[in-house]
């Protein structure tokens, strides 16, 4: 075990240890460099002279390098330092999964398919890149102080290949797969299964295969069905509980064929919570051929002219029995021919005839009563007694004013949605109720209002919707709080970092003397570390400016020198040193480009000085979180939007745009006709619902389509002023196509169009 203050490659010095896993012991450490915290994981020392640990520790850093995904536990560097094997890697502040289940006893629906969706964005981006996990579990799940849920150690994936059978995986036999547990071939659907017991435990509190060895646990895997998560919470979602089946299924190709499918149906499961929507592959029927002895052939033969069926006969499935029927039937009709029995062949042959008439008559049945299910038989109308029909074509209203619709041909009662926003939930159902409506729990977000308060609804005031439907709600969660990361001690731009991390960005820093302190190190934060505040409250950093009588320094000129050189020596002299990131061809990487206060001149001690490196990599990353804060995006959403596309640009690739839960009403069929399009264009009609980052600013609202392999960008809008919302949204797209998507763009103080939301919309011809 490294001891506190050990430096790893003249870079990294060891602050204390984290925890210790199966083959490493994890430390926080501090990036003089980068001046930043991060975690170094070390090989324990029993294994550094075995190379296959060696190897598989190295395949571990490989395996998650070149991984870039705000839920993956990002890796920076690897290397060996007098014997000692590393990885740095991301400094997480948090707990396990594990430790959080067992903390809680078990997770609220919500709380489990949030992290489930967050867990599979980031295996999804490793599926993406060719890496399978192979070792899903919750203790390899890290949930931060800031909510983000973070997938780590790839310390058995490999590159997803044909040589990824291995007798020797080393996942956890708790949540291994059954290909896993038999040494079979796994991909991407392993990590599906393994997901689907993690999601199981953490709904249930409990595994679904336990046992007193890993080998009764593994033949549970290749044989037990197991026991339904709603025995240990009955309330559980029908939706959820699906997914959990359809993620555990023992057969590959019965499972989910990918992440993404995953993660389209876990969001699916928040809106219709008792859906029946997940789809789950049947069994294929694998009725063994039966093989019968001269005897039992003797003996069907004889039943044809008793009408007994001998029990060998009783062994074939129906298909299985049709088909050798009609061999023993050929047979035995040569037989009797040889014979010359034509009494026995007539009565062979009425068999024959009288069982295509019987299956004619049970396939009969079967489509009627399939047609009858569908509606299209057994009307009220052909009943024994007929009802009165509706004949009129207008519409009633609430009010019972009637409205003509062409085309319509029943009686459609629509209400008002009232407004819910600042009720609870209970006042919420009364309301509702009174208009013939209900309402459906949609999520949670952090808000002012008081906690439990309704703060957004979809239908929004006013919609006229038909009777009975419902309206989806988010109700407030309380203003948004995160815990002061533990600061104290470390160095100021260490210390602003940690606090972005955790959300937090109105940060002070007040200076004082210190005669014990280096320039530049935390004395205090306040409020305290540990402590609960929400995220726009002012934190205060006091760092230590030297003894109070330091005298003045005269500055260096850093430009060209390299990051190492001259952060040490701006540290050295006396200066309170921040980096900025920079990208430029002049210079070379970690060189610096320019610093804030000039050369050559003195100041005194204590003076803060940023120097601008030349570093691509980390200036896109610096970038991406800029954008990030401009655009208010929440935690744990996609990447930061990106410039919109110009008009001018013959071709552009699509922006990135953050993910959006904005409710949206389609309508592509009676509302496209109502507007008088042609019958030949392609509409689609839309109800648009603000998005939280949209600011009120000149807009920009575009139409991409994928035509013939290429996106085609159409401008449905744009205006100097503010949009309205909710947003009646009718655009004709191209002829054909029925799926696209709508992206609204607002204009930034650099009078650049950035991209905030996106709306699937869908086509029918008009």
Same mark, same amino acid.
């Given at each position: 075990?490294?001891?506190?203050?050990?430096?790893?490659?003249?870079?990294?010095?060891?602050?204390?240890?984290?925890?210790?896993?199966?083959?490493?012991?994890? $430390?926080?450490?501090?990036?003089?460099?980068?001046?930043?915290?991060?975690?170094?994981?070390?090989?324990?020392?029993?294994?550094?002279?075995?190379?296959?640990?060696?190897?598989?520790?190295?395949?571990?850093?490989?395996?998650?390098?070149?991984?870039?995904?705000?839920?993956?536990?990002?890796?920076?560097?690897?290397?060996?330092?007098?014997?000692?094997?590393?990885?740095?890697?991301?400094?997480?502040?948090?707990?396990?999964?594990?430790?959080?289940?067992?903390?809680?006893?078990?997770?609220?629906?919500?709380?489990?398919?949030?992290?489930?969706?967050?867990?599979?964005?980031?295996?999804?981006?490793?599926?993406?890149?060719?890496?399978?996990?192979?070792?899903?579990?919750?203790?390899?799940?890290?949930?931060?102080?800031?909510?983000?849920?973070?997938?780590?150690?790839?310390?058995?994936?490999?590159?997803?290949?044909?040589?990824?059978?291995?007798?020797?995986?080393?996942?956890?036999?708790?949540?291994?797969?059954?290909?896993?547990?038999?040494?079979?071939?796994?991909?991407?659907?392993?990590?599906?299964?393994?997901?689907?017991?993690?999601? $199981?435990?953490?709904?249930?509190?409990?595994?679904?295969?336990?046992?007193?060895?890993?080998?009764?646990?593994?033949?549970?895997?290749?044989?037990?069905?197991?026991?339904?998560?709603?025995?240990?919470?009955?309330?559980?979602?029908?939706?959820?509980?699906?997914?959990?089946?359809?993620?555990?299924?023992?057969?590959?190709?019965?499972?989910?064929?990918?992440?993404?499918?995953?993660?389209?149906?876990?969001?699916?499961?928040?809106?219709?919570?008792?859906?029946?929507?997940?789809?789950?592959?049947?069994?294929?029927?694998?009725?063994?051929?039966?093989?019968?002895?001269?005897?039992?052939?003797?003996?069907?033969?004889?039943?044809?002219?008793?009408?007994?069926?001998?029990?060998?006969?009783?062994?074939?499935?129906?298909?299985?029995?049709?088909?050798?029927?009609?061999?023993?039937?050929?047979?035995?009709?040569?037989?009797?021919?040889?014979?010359?029995?034509?009494?026995?062949?007539?009565?062979?042959?009425?068999?024959?005839?009288?069982?295509?008439?019987?299956?004619?008559?049970?396939?009969?049945?079967?489509?009627?009563?399939?047609?009858?299910?569908?509606?299209?038989?057994?009307?009220?109308?052909?009943?024994?007694?007929?009802?009165?029909?509706?004949?009129?074509?207008?519409?009633?209203?609430?009010?019972?004013?009637?409205?003509?619709?062409?085309?319509?041909?029943?009686?459609?009662?629509?209400?008002?949605?009232?407004?819910?926003?600042?009720?609870?939930?209970?006042?919420?159902?009364?309301?509702?109720?009174?208009?013939?409506?209900?309402?459906?729990?949609?999520?949670?977000?952090?808000?002012?209002?008081?906690?439990?308060?309704?703060?957004?609804?979809?239908?929004?005031?006013?919609?006229?919707?038909?009777?009975?439907?419902?309206?989806?709600?988010?109700?407030?969660?309380?203003?948004?709080?995160?815990?002061?990361?533990?600061?104290?001690?470390?160095?100021?731009?260490?210390?602003?970092?940690?606090?972005?991390?955790?959300?937090?960005?109105?940060?002070?820093?007040?200076?004082?003397?210190?005669?014990?302190?280096?320039?530049?190190?935390?004395?205090?934060?306040?409020?305290?570390?540990?402590?609960?505040?929400?995220?726009?409250?002012?934190?205060?950093?006091?760092?230590?400016?030297?003894?109070?009588?330091?005298?003045?320094?005269?500055?260096?000129?850093?430009?060209?020198?390299?990051?190492?050189?001259? $952060?040490?020596?701006?540290?050295?002299?006396?200066?309170?040193?921040?980096?900025?990131?920079?990208?430029?061809?002049?210079?070379?990487?970690?060189?610096?480009?320019?610093?804030?206060?000039?050369?050559?001149?003195?100041?005194?001690?204590?003076?803060?000085?940023?120097?601008?490196?030349?570093?691509?990599?980390?200036?896109?990353?610096?970038?991406?979180?800029?954008?990030?804060?401009?655009?208010?995006?929440?935690?744990?959403?996609?990447?930061?939007?990106?410039?919109?596309?110009?008009?001018?640009?013959?071709?552009?690739?699509?922006?990135?745009?953050?993910?959006?839960?904005?409710?949206?009403?389609?309508?592509?069929?009676?509302?496209?006709?109502?507007?008088?399009?042609?019958?030949?264009?392609?509409?689609?009609?839309?109800?648009?619902?603000?998005?939280?980052?949209?600011?009120?600013?000149?807009?920009?609202?575009?139409?991409?389509?994928?035509?013939?392999?290429?996106?085609?960008?159409?401008?449905?809008?744009?205006?100097?002023?503010?949009?309205?919302?909710?947003?009646?949204?009718?655009?004709?797209?191209?002829?054909?196509?029925?799926?696209?998507?709508?992206?609204?763009?607002?204009?930034?103080?650099?009078?650049?169009?950035?991209?905030?939301?996106?709306?699937?919309?869908?086509?029918?011809?008009?």
């Amino acid at each position: 075990m490294l001891k506190a203050g050990v430096m790893l490659a003249n870079r990294y010095e060891i602050v204390g240890r984290i925890g210790s896993g199966g083959m490493a012991d994890v $430390y926080k450490a501090m990036d003089h460099k980068l001046n930043r915290y991060v975690a170094v994981k070390v090989m324990k020392p029993e294994f550094q002279g075995d190379s296959t640990f060696v190897s598989k520790f190295r395949r571990e850093a490989q395996a998650a390098a070149g991984l870039a995904n705000p839920n993956i536990v990002n890796v920076y560097d690897v290397g060996e330092d007098q014997g000692n094997y590393y990885i740095v890697m991301e400094l997480v502040e948090g707990i396990t999964l594990k430790e959080y289940i067992e903390k809680k006893g078990k997770l609220s629906v919500r709380e489990a398919t949030s992290i489930a969706i967050q867990v599979c964005m980031g295996l999804a981006a490793a599926h993406d890149q060719g890496i399978v996990h192979r070792d899903v579990k919750p203790q390899n799940i890290i949930i931060s102080t800031d909510g983000k849920v973070k997938v780590t150690d790839f310390g058995i994936a490999r590159a997803a290949s044909s040589n990824t059978i291995s007798a020797n995986a080393m996942g956890s036999v708790h949540y291994s797969s059954p290909e896993q547990v038999r040494g079979g071939y796994s991909d991407s659907r392993s990590d599906i299964y393994s997901l689907g017991i993690s999601l $199981y435990e953490m709904v249930t509190g409990r595994v679904p295969f336990d046992g007193e060895t890993t080998v009764a646990i593994a033949i549970k895997h290749l044989q037990d069905e197991m026991e339904p998560p709603t025995k240990y919470t009955p309330d559980l979602p029908h939706a959820l509980e699906q997914i959990i089946y359809k993620c555990t299924q023992k057969s590959v190709d019965r499972r989910y064929q990918s992440m993404n499918d995953v993660i389209t149906d876990l969001k699916r499961s928040l809106m219709e919570p008792q859906g029946n929507f997940v789809q789950l592959a049947p069994l294929s029927d694998h009725a063994p051929t039966v093989l019968l002895t001269k005897k039992e052939q003797q003996e069907i033969k004889s039943a044809g002219k008793s009408g007994t069926m001998p029990p060998a006969a009783q062994t074939f499935t129906s298909i299985e029995a049709a088909r050798r029927g009609r061999d023993e039937s050929q047979e035995n009709d040569d037989e009797n021919d040889d014979d010359g029995s034509d009494e026995s062949s007539g009565l062979e042959k009425a068999v024959t005839i009288g069982s295509f008439i019987v299956c004619g008559l049970i396939i009969f049945v079967l489509i009627f009563f399939i047609a009858k299910a569908a509606g299209l038989v057994g009307n009220s109308r052909n009943s024994g007694n007929p009802q009165p029909s509706v004949t009129s074509s207008a519409e009633v209203t609430e009010s019972g004013t009637p409205s003509e619709e062409s085309g319509a041909s029943q009686i459609v009662t629509t209400v008002s949605v009232p407004s819910i926003l600042g009720m609870t939930e209970s006042d919420a159902q009364k309301i509702a109720r009174d208009k013939g409506l209900g309402i459906k729990f949609a999520g949670e977000k952090f808000s002012d209002q008081a906690e439990g308060t309704i703060i957004e609804q979809d239908p929004a005031q006013g919609t006229q919707v038909e009777r009975n439907s419902t309206i989806s709600y988010f109700k407030s969660s309380g203003p948004e709080t995160h815990a002061i990361p533990t600061v104290t001690g470390g160095q100021i731009g260490a210390a602003k970092e940690a606090l972005e991390a955790a959300g937090f960005t109105n940060v002070r820093v007040e200076k004082e003397a210190s005669e014990s302190s280096s320039v530049g190190t935390v004395l205090s934060v306040t409020p305290a570390e540990g402590e609960l505040v929400t995220v726009d409250s002012e934190v205060l950093l006091t760092v230590s400016r030297g003894s109070a009588d330091a005298g003045t320094v005269r500055i260096s000129d850093y430009v060209g020198w390299s990051l190492d050189s001259a $952060y040490e020596d701006a540290r050295q002299s006396g200066l309170i040193v921040s980096l900025d990131y920079g990208s430029s061809e002049e210079f070379g990487t970690d060189v610096i480009m320019s610093q804030t206060v000039e050369a050559n001149t003195s100041v005194p001690m204590g003076t803060d000085i940023t120097l601008t490196v030349n570093n691509a990599e980390l200036y896109a990353e610096q970038e991406a979180k800029r954008a990030e804060k401009a655009g208010s995006q929440t935690p744990g959403s996609a990447p930061a939007p990106t410039e919109a596309p110009k008009e001018e640009s013959e071709s552009s690739e699509e922006p990135a745009i953050p993910e959006q839960t904005v409710p949206i009403t389609t309508d592509t069929g009676s509302e496209a006709e109502a507007s008088g399009e042609a019958a030949s264009d392609w509409v689609a009609v839309a109800s648009l619902l603000q998005p939280e980052n949209y600011a009120g600013g000149p807009y920009r609202l575009m139409l991409v389509q994928n035509v013939g392999g290429q996106d085609k960008e159409t401008l449905i809008e744009e205006s100097s002023t503010s949009l309205a919302f909710p947003y009646t949204l009718q655009v004709t797209g191209e002829p054909g196509v029925a799926e696209g998507q709508v992206y609204l763009y607002e204009k930034s103080a650099d009078e650049e169009y950035i991209a905030l939301a996106a709306w699937p919309v869908s086509f029918a011809e008009g």
